[in-house]
């Protein structure tokens, strides 16, 4: 089929690999002259595994387009998606103006029937919006083109977005058009093959969708973290909570990691959208203002440990950081709790020492590359000269480093650990004072 991505971000470009892969021809459109003319040359504008492969591949099959054109890309599209960013406004509610303004260009260029795709995370009503915006500037032209308008969340995870998008637990298709559906189950049919994951509701069900499955994941976090904050005042090891209510199967393992606060581009966001919406429309989102609450308290943790061994001036403190990005696996640095606990620190007069395996350069520039802030290519080498060890983000590569390195290394070794990766026991075997989050035995 002919598909149209407007926005070549985390979604519109693992979404349009996906389908190019599946033999689709996709336009991506961008604003970014500068994104895809780099993309023209093989440079993938973002991290996220195995997608620089499939992209090429696809490019070069002429299956995969990159444009900054409108009007060619809407020309003869079947399907157009909307895949642009919609962050978090000033009053908390998504802005749309993104969004707004692609609708207005597919407005202005539609030539034929078209199914207009809402990928982007959109307060409930939008798709009546987008809708609204088309048909006026069709009626502008004086045209008379039919479209219709569905919206189809996107539930990718960072880090693991080709799988997800490849095999996507569910594909939530809003919409009372069968015209705008059979379009849309004919794009999806490879990923129904094995087994239908396609559920069709109205299109003001499937935006809340999307809201509901990022606030339950939030709050499933935000729980953790309180659970994790009463297991350190009671003397209570969090871990051990976890796994045994983990085994209960209406609780489950996933998503009850304690941690150092959430972060990333949709989790913040996204509750917070929600919690205008709710009040907007007269309704208090108590649990979802908890979960907010209890998330910002969380994401000063890691520097409230830092304090308690060293207290609250740091002139002359080196502190090495490992990882950065708001969760591994990913470059994204957006509301990333590694950001907070840096930038404390660093006022607080210390030195840093960071390693990210991928985005040293994007937090220092974040941080506004002040002098005390060093990046190092080894995380070993960070720790050269280091008083403690700081982890914020959880890759794969610090779960099992060699102790007796960073015991040597550190100045006097202390670790401040905001993802739970070692073994108080051990670290007190191994004579290294450890912090991390709701470990009573441990602080
Ligand atoms: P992003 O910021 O990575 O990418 C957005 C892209 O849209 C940018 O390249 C930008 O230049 C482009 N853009 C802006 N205006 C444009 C226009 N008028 N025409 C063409 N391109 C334009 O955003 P993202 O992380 O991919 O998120 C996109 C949407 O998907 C958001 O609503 C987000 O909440 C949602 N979402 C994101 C994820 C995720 O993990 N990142 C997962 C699910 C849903």
């Given at each position: 089929?002919?598909?149209?991505?407007?926005?070549?971000?985390?979604?519109?470009?693992?979404?349009?690999?996906?389908?190019?892969?599946?033999?689709?021809?996709?336009?991506?459109?961008?604003?970014?002259?500068?994104?895809?003319?780099?993309?023209?040359?093989?440079?993938?504008?973002?991290?996220e595994?195995?997608?620089?492969?499939?992209?090429?591949?696809?490019?070069?099959?002429?299956?995969?387009?990159?444009?900054?054109?409108?009007?060619?890309?809407?020309?003869?599209?079947?399907?157009?998606?909307?895949?642009?960013?919609?962050?978090?406004?000033?009053?908390?509610?998504?802005?749309?103006?993104?969004?707004?303004?692609?609708?207005?260009?597919?407005?202005?260029?539609?030539?034929?029937?078209?199914?207009?795709?809402?990928?982007?995370?959109?307060?409930?009503?939008?798709?009546?919006?987008?809708?609204?915006?088309?048909?006026?500037?069709?009626?502008?032209?004086?045209?008379?083109?039919?479209?219709d308008?569905?919206?189809?969340?996107?539930?990718?995870?960072?880090?693991?977005?080709?799988a997800?998008?490849?095999?996507?637990?569910?594909?939530?298709?809003?919409?009372?058009?069968?015209?705008?559906?059979?379009?849309?189950?004919?794009?999806?049919?490879?990923?129904?093959?094995?087994?239908?994951?396609?559920?069709?509701?109205?299109?003001?069900?499937?935006?809340?969708?999307?809201?509901?499955?990022?606030?339950?994941?939030?709050?499933?976090?935000?729980?953790?973290?309180?659970?994790?904050?009463?297991?350190?005042?009671?003397?209570?090891?969090?871990?051990?909570?976890?796994?045994?209510?983990?085994?209960?199967?209406?609780?489950?393992?996933?998503?009850?990691?304690?941690?150092?606060?959430?972060?990333?581009?949709?989790?913040?966001?996204?509750?917070?959208?929600?919690i205008k919406?709710?009040l907007?429309?007269?309704?208090?989102?108590?649990?979802?203002?908890?979960?907010?609450?209890?998330?910002?308290?969380?994401?000063?943790?890691?520097?409230?440990?830092?304090?308690?061994?060293?207290?609250?001036?740091?002139?002359?403190?080196?502190?090495?950081?490992?990882?950065?990005?708001?969760?591994?696996?990913?470059?994204?640095?957006?509301?990333?709790?590694?950001?907070?606990?840096?930038?404390?620190?660093?006022e607080?007069?210390?030195?840093?020492?960071?390693f990210?395996?991928?985005?040293?350069?994007?937090?220092?520039?974040?941080?506004?590359?002040?002098?005390n802030?060093?990046?190092?290519?080894?995380?070993?080498?960070?720790?050269?000269?280091?008083?403690g060890?700081?982890?914020?983000?959880?890759?794969?590569?610090?779960?099992?480093?060699?102790?007796n390195?960073?015991?040597?290394?550190?100045?006097?070794?202390?670790?401040?650990?905001?993802?739970?990766?070692?073994?108080?026991?051990?670290?007190?075997?191994?004579?290294?004072?450890?912090?991390?989050?709701?470990?009573?035995?441990?602080?």
């Amino acid at each position: 089929m002919r598909v149209t991505v407007f926005g070549i971000g985390y979604v519109g470009l693992v979404q349009a690999a996906v389908l190019a892969d599946l033999g689709n021809t996709v336009t991506c459109v961008d604003i970014e002259q500068s994104k895809v003319d780099a993309l023209k040359e093989g440079h993938i504008p973002i991290f996220e595994p195995g997608l620089e492969p499939m992209v090429k591949n696809n490019y070069r099959g002429k299956r995969l387009l990159f444009t900054t054109d409108a009007k060619t890309a809407v020309d003869n599209a079947e399907v157009i998606f909307i895949a642009v960013g919609t962050p978090m406004d000033q009053d908390g509610s998504a802005d749309l103006q993104y969004v707004l303004k692609v609708a207005e260009t597919i407005g202005q260029n539609l030539t034929n029937y078209s199914v207009v795709v809402n990928k982007s995370t959109v307060p409930v009503g939008t798709g009546d919006k987008v809708e609204a915006v088309i048909k006026e500037q069709i009626d502008i032209r004086g045209s008379d083109i039919d479209f219709d308008v569905v919206s189809n969340p996107e539930f990718l995870k960072e880090g693991a977005a080709i799988a997800d998008c490849s095999k996507p637990d569910r594909i939530i298709l809003g919409s009372n058009s069968a015209k705008a559906l059979g379009v849309m189950h004919n794009l999806y049919a490879p990923f129904n093959r094995n087994h239908k994951r396609t559920i069709v509701m109205d299109r003001r069900s499937a935006e809340l969708t999307k809201y509901a499955a990022n606030c339950m994941l939030a709050t499933k976090i935000s729980f953790m973290n309180e659970m994790a904050n009463i297991a350190e005042q009671v003397g209570a090891d969090i871990e051990m909570v976890r796994n045994g209510i983990g085994s209960d199967p209406r609780i489950g393992y996933h998503f009850i990691y304690p941690g150092c606060g959430y972060g990333g581009s949709c989790f913040p966001k996204d509750v917070n959208a929600l919690i205008k919406t709710s009040l907007d429309h007269g309704h208090t989102p108590q649990i979802l203002q908890s979960v907010e609450s209890v998330n910002a308290a969380q994401k000063i943790k890691l520097e409230e440990m830092v304090y308690r061994h060293y207290g609250t001036n740091l002139a002359g403190t080196v502190i090495a950081v490992w990882g950065g990005t708001f969760k591994p696996n990913t470059d994204d640095i957006r509301e990333a709790p590694s950001l907070v606990a840096m930038s404390a620190l660093l006022e607080k007069g210390a030195t840093i020492r960071l390693f990210d395996p991928i985005a040293n350069e994007a937090l220092c520039a974040k941080l506004g590359n002040p002098d005390n802030l060093f990046t190092l290519d080894d995380p070993m080498e960070a720790l050269t000269g280091s008083d403690g060890l700081m982890i914020c983000t959880e890759w794969k590569m610090f779960k099992a480093p060699d102790f007796n390195q960073i015991k040597q290394s550190l100045n006097h070794p202390v670790i401040f650990d905001g993802r739970n990766l070692y073994d108080p026991e051990t670290m007190t075997e191994l004579g290294i004072d450890y912090y991390a989050i709701g470990r009573g035995k441990s602080v």
